[in-house]
């Protein structure tokens, strides 16, 4: 039973943790992609991973001030969303797709490859960047507090609160944009592209837009990981991540302004909940050493994503708040 | 640790990540010996082989002990160097230990704790025409607490550089065409799916891990030669196939669940199998228990092993046989009909559910073979089949997706245009020109080569 609440707490530790910003900036930028305009964006980590590496290489590589750092990187996610659109956006939709998560796997490759290693770390990553921005706290950085049970530096509650803050930006961002003639424009491309063609828009140019935006919260998702963490690592930037938050916006509900925020908080609750139980499972006996030890415990998050995904899919594609008229779910 | 530059060269430096794991113990070697009975030399490599890949999946045996140096003495022209000494001292020059390299080339020398160490070995006891690579006969080494840690004294036999009468445009050439057969192999299915299914399928990548771990698991665990093993893998295979249609696709067409909503659930699909078999099998590389100790042949201007040319013709062969089924037989020609036009085929009598199912197992079984030959290039891993999947969605893509024969071409560009590139760009960014070639066919000939300009919508 202390267990169980032990992993309540751990849980609930993740639920407002910097990981949960983490997924939840992720999967807004997918809503804009993925719930309202009907883009395939699976390369999403990469945006991520040029703005957690555009403070880091800023900062420790090159001595920039961390702000500078914040600009380099997103425009760099900006870069990338317009070379990314470029070849991709007019043609059919699982195009995009494949050049996506080609395009997030190359990355990290070439970010961990040993002739990257002076400018990225290589394997090992570059650490020791977020000094300035956690100096910045109006409150003491080193002291601990106890919340909901569980310990949590002031440096994190800092972390916690801008990244929440910027959760919160980006979210009204996105309710005021699709509530604009923008949005509008954007849901009838998800719809039914053809027909806005007909009526005289540009569809490549908003596609590319949304794609732009939603790279921009992608980057600054992976901003506040590089931050959470201290340092920034290629291999931190699985595409297993992209599909995480996937999993995340799917769970709340694509094509919803809250959708992405409580999916992630949900999904990585659900997540660190299993992690906790099963090892504490694992370490009491319960879970025989032989059949599940406790290495692998990082591995059945996975699993359990993949049976997750591939169950709201078939089951339940809108999610919980979602609208099943809403979600976007045939090719083109 | 110390590997054939040719070896380095095939399929990364992930391929090599696992080797430095020590010598096996005694024990377990003498058993397998008994048990096998060969011929001494061959017999000895295999063993090896084979006892290594079981040190690497007993924990304790090779990492638990302490911190270690260890590392194998071997080039791609004289196979492992035995009896070179190897000496280890501290940083402040107290001599730890001093060993000789076994038949396979390998050394590992326990060390009393963490910290600096030089290693250097005996020039003078390699063979001729091996010498060192530029860097001398000593490493500085820093261990980490617990830690093997893999020492690489880059050996230089003349066959990667200008001399010894290999052309490395060349050389790249075939290695290239060998793994670009590979893809073809474990494209075809991919294709062919889209082809008749319309579904991008993200998982097709885990259907090449399933097979090829499989068949380690018969050829190491059973100790079943892997010829066989890989026959017996490649039924399993289609039933595989099989099952992902009947279980999963099949049940979803008919609940009309449209092409987008059944990439997510493929992707859902490829991280459940991907994460399930890293539990199951481990996140180690391991080899097959057979043909692993092979000298490269010297063929004038290239260099080959021979289990390299067996893939190669074995690719071919089944490809050749693909085409033909396609062209000749009744069910090939089905295919093409259901890839072509859905609902004609079925108004003219095909039946539609037994054709796509046919081409499941089809394209299951070659995503073994496919494995199986990966995994005697490369190793077999739990996530090889993921890092394949980039390069065959490339390959089909250039070929034009949906299209059999134009999986096959595009693979075999993509193979060859990914080994050829690591002539201009780092070795272990060679996936990104594989992964930048297919963005920059988009720009230009989205359809493919032998795509039709309607299919890209």
């Given at each position: 039973?202390?267990?169980?609440?032990?992993?309540?707490?751990?849980?609930?530790?993740?639920?407002?943790?910097?990981?949960?910003?983490?997924?939840?900036?992720?999967?807004?930028?997918?809503?804009?992609?993925?719930?309202?305009?009907?883009?395939?964006?699976?390369?999403?980590?990469?945006?991520?991973?040029?703005?957690?590496?555009?403070?880091?290489?800023?900062?420790s590589?090159?001595?920039?001030?961390?702000?500078?750092?914040?600009?380099?990187?997103?425009?760099?996610?900006?870069?990338?969303?317009?070379?990314?659109?470029?070849?991709?956006?007019r043609?059919?939709?699982?195009?995009?797709?494949?050049?996506t998560?080609?395009?997030?796997?190359?990355?990290?490759?070439?970010?961990?490859?040993?002739?990257?290693?002076?400018?990225?770390?290589?394997?090992?990553?570059?650490?020791?960047?977020?000094?300035?921005?956690?100096?910045?706290?109006?409150?003491?950085?080193?002291?601990?507090?106890?919340?909901?049970?569980?310990?949590?530096?002031?440096?994190?509650?800092?972390?916690?609160?801008?990244?929440?803050?910027?959760?919160?930006?980006?979210?009204?961002?996105?309710?005021?944009?699709m509530?604009?003639?923008?949005?509008?424009?954007?849901?009838?491309?998800?719809?039914?592209?053809?027909?806005?063609?007909?009526?005289?828009?540009?569809?490549?140019?908003?596609?590319?837009?949304?794609?732009?935006?939603?790279?921009?919260?992608?980057?600054?998702?992976?901003?506040i990981?590089?931050?959470?963490?201290?340092?920034?690592?290629?291999?931190?930037?699985?595409n297993?991540?992209?599909?995480?938050?996937?999993?995340?916006?799917?769970?709340?509900?694509?094509?919803?302004?809250?959708?992405?925020?409580?999916?992630?908080?949900?999904?990585?609750?659900?997540?660190?909940?299993?992690?906790?139980?099963?090892?504490?499972?694992?370490?009491?006996?319960?879970?025989?050493?032989?059949?599940?030890?406790?290495?692998?415990?990082?591995?059945?998050?996975?699993?359990?994503?993949?049976?997750?995904?591939?169950?709201?899919?078939?089951?339940?594609?809108?999610?919980?708040?979602?609208?099943?008229?809403?979600?976007?779910?045939?090719?083109? | 640790?110390?590997?054939a530059?040719?070896?380095?060269?095939?399929?990364?430096?992930?391929?090599?990540?696992?080797?430095?794991?020590?010598?096996?113990?005694?024990?377990?070697?003498?058993?397998?010996?008994?048990?096998?009975?060969?011929?001494p030399?061959?017999?000895?490599?295999?063993?090896?082989?084979?006892?290594?890949?079981?040190?690497?999946?007993?924990?304790?045996?090779?990492?638990?002990?302490?911190?270690?140096?260890?590392?194998?003495?071997?080039?791609?022209?004289?196979?492992?160097?035995?009896?070179?000494?190897?000496?280890?001292?501290?940083?402040?020059?107290?001599?730890?230990?001093?060993?000789?390299?076994?038949?396979?080339?390998?050394?590992?020398?326990?060390?009393?704790?963490?910290?600096?160490?030089s290693?250097s070995?005996?020039?003078?006891?390699?063979?001729e025409?091996?010498?060192?690579?530029?860097?001398?006969?000593?490493?500085?080494?820093?261990?980490?607490?617990?830690?093997s840690?893999?020492?690489?004294?880059?050996?230089?036999?003349?066959?990667?550089?200008?001399?010894?009468?290999?052309?490395?445009?060349?050389?790249l050439?075939?290695d290239?065409?060998?793994?670009?057969?590979?893809?073809?192999?474990?494209?075809?299915?991919?294709?062919?799916?889209?082809?008749?299914?319309?579904?991008?399928?993200?998982?097709?990548?885990?259907?090449?891990?399933?097979?090829?771990?499989?068949?380690?698991?018969?050829?190491?665990?059973?100790?079943?030669?892997?010829?066989?093993?890989?026959?017996?893998?490649?039924?399993?295979?289609?039933?595989?196939?099989?099952?992902?249609?009947r279980?999963?696709?099949?049940?979803?067409?008919?609940?009309?669940?449209?092409?987008?909503?059944?990439?997510v659930?493929?992707?859902?699909?490829?991280?459940?199998l991907?994460?399930?078999?890293?539990?199951?099998?481990?996140?180690?590389?391991?080899?097959?228990?057979?043909?692993?100790?092979?000298?490269?042949?010297?063929?004038?201007?290239?260099?080959?092993?021979?289990?390299?040319?067996?893939?190669?013709?074995?690719?071919?062969?089944?490809?050749?046989?693909?085409?033909?089924?396609?062209?000749?037989?009744?069910?090939?020609?089905?295919?093409?009909?259901?890839?072509?036009?859905?609902?004609l085929?079925?108004?003219?009598?095909?039946?539609?559910?037994?054709?796509?199912?046919?081409?499941?197992?089809?394209?299951?079984?070659?995503?073994?073979?496919?494995?199986?030959?990966?995994?005697?290039?490369?190793?077999?891993?739990?996530?090889?089949?993921?890092?394949?999947?980039?390069?065959?969605?490339a390959?089909?893509?250039?070929?034009?997706?949906?299209t059999?024969?134009?999986?096959?071409?595009?693979?075999?560009?993509?193979?060859?245009?990914?080994?050829?590139?690591?002539?201009?760009?780092?070795?272990?960014?060679?996936?990104?020109?594989?992964?930048?070639?297919?963005?920059?066919?988009?720009?230009?000939?989205?359809?493919?080569?032998?795509?039709?300009?309607?299919?890209?919508?």
């Amino acid at each position: 039973m202390a267990d169980l609440l032990n992993a309540f707490a751990i849980a609930g530790k993740a639920f407002f943790g910097f990981q949960a910003i983490f997924f939840a900036l992720l999967a807004i930028g997918i809503n804009v992609h993925f719930g309202y305009t009907g883009l395939l964006n699976f390369g999403q980590i990469a945006f991520a991973m040029l703005g957690g590496f555009g403070i880091a290489i800023s900062v420790s590589q090159w001595g920039l001030n961390f702000w500078l750092g914040v600009v380099i990187g997103l425009v760099s996610a900006v870069v990338l969303a317009l070379l990314l659109g470029l070849p991709t956006l007019r043609l059919r939709a699982d195009y995009l797709a494949i050049v996506t998560i080609a395009t997030a796997e190359g990355l990290r490759l070439v970010f961990r490859s040993v002739s990257a290693t002076p400018v990225t770390g290589g394997t090992r990553g570059l650490s020791a960047f977020n000094g300035s921005f956690i100096d910045l706290a109006p409150w003491e950085t080193q002291t601990r507090h106890r919340v909901l049970g569980t310990s949590w530096s002031g440096g994190e509650l800092w972390v916690a609160l801008v990244g929440w803050s910027l959760v919160a930006l980006t979210s009204l961002l996105v309710w005021q944009l699709m509530r604009s003639p923008w949005g509008r424009v954007v849901k009838a491309i998800r719809e039914d592209e053809d027909a806005v063609r007909a009526l005289g828009k540009n569809v490549y140019a908003y596609k590319m837009q949304a794609l732009v935006l939603g790279g921009i919260f992608g980057a600054l998702g992976g901003m506040i990981y590089a931050i959470g963490t201290g340092s920034a690592i290629p291999d931190q930037y699985q595409n297993a991540n992209t599909f995480l938050a996937y999993a995340a916006l799917i769970l709340g509900g694509a094509a919803r302004v809250l959708g992405p925020v409580l999916g992630s908080m949900l999904l990585l609750f659900i997540l660190q909940f299993a992690d906790t139980l099963l090892r504490a499972l694992i370490e009491n006996g319960v879970i025989p050493e032989g059949l599940l030890s406790s290495t692998d415990v990082a591995q059945i998050r996975f699993v359990l994503v993949g049976i997750g995904l591939m169950l709201l899919l078939v089951f339940r594609p809108q999610g919980i708040f979602g609208d099943r008229r809403e979600v976007m779910l045939d090719a083109r | 640790m110390t590997h054939a530059p040719h070896r380095a060269r095939e399929h990364g430096a992930r391929s090599s990540a696992e080797q430095g794991q020590g010598a096996p113990p005694r024990g377990l070697r003498t058993w397998r010996a008994w048990r096998t009975g060969r011929r001494p030399l061959v017999l000895a490599l295999l063993v090896a082989a084979i006892a290594m890949a079981l040190a690497t999946l007993v924990p304790g045996v090779a990492s638990a002990e302490g911190e270690r140096l260890v590392g194998t003495l071997q080039t791609s022209r004289s196979g492992p160097i035995e009896g070179v000494e190897i000496t280890v001292e501290t940083a402040d020059g107290d001599a730890v230990d001093s060993v000789e390299t076994d038949e396979d080339g390998r050394f590992a020398v326990d060390l009393p704790g963490p910290g600096q160490y030089s290693i250097s070995l005996d020039e003078d006891a390699l063979p001729e025409g091996v010498e060192l690579g530029t860097a001398g006969a000593t490493r500085e080494v820093t261990v980490d607490l617990g830690r093997s840690q893999p020492v690489n004294f880059g050996l230089v036999d003349g066959s990667s550089g200008a001399g010894g009468g290999t052309v490395r445009a060349v050389q790249l050439l075939v290695d290239g065409l060998r793994f670009g057969l590979l893809i073809a192999v474990c494209a075809v299915g991919l294709s062919l799916i889209f082809g008749t299914t319309g579904l991008t399928n993200f998982a097709h990548g885990e259907l090449v891990t399933i097979g090829a771990i499989i068949a380690w698991y018969i050829n190491v665990r059973g100790g079943v030669p892997l010829i066989p093993a890989t026959i017996i893998a490649m039924v399993v295979g289609a039933a595989v196939g099989a099952l992902n249609e009947r279980g999963i696709w099949r049940p979803l067409r008919k609940r009309g669940t449209g092409l987008i909503a059944a990439l997510v659930v493929s992707i859902g699909l490829s991280l459940l199998l991907r994460y399930a078999i890293q539990i199951v099998y481990g996140g180690f590389s391991n080899p097959y228990g057979d043909y692993q100790s092979q000298r490269a042949v010297n063929y004038g201007v290239f260099t080959m092993t021979n289990r390299a040319l067996a893939s190669i013709v074995i690719s071919i062969v089944v490809l050749v046989a693909v085409a033909l089924m396609l062209q000749r037989t009744k069910i090939g020609k089905a295919m093409r009909a259901v890839a072509d036009n859905r609902d004609l085929a079925a108004s003219s009598g095909i039946d539609v559910n037994r054709v796509i199912l046919v081409v499941w197992m089809m394209g299951g079984a070659l995503a073994t073979l496919g494995g199986v030959l990966l995994g005697l290039s490369d190793q077999v891993q739990w996530d090889m089949g993921f890092r394949l999947l980039l390069l065959m969605f490339a390959g089909v893509t250039l070929g034009g997706l949906g299209t059999a024969y134009g999986a096959l071409v595009g693979s075999v560009i993509v193979g060859v245009f990914v080994q050829m590139s690591t002539l201009v760009i780092p070795d272990d960014m060679k996936y990104v020109g594989g992964l930048l070639l297919l963005i920059v066919i988009l720009v230009i000939r989205p359809q493919g080569i032998l795509g039709s300009r309607a299919r890209i919508g």
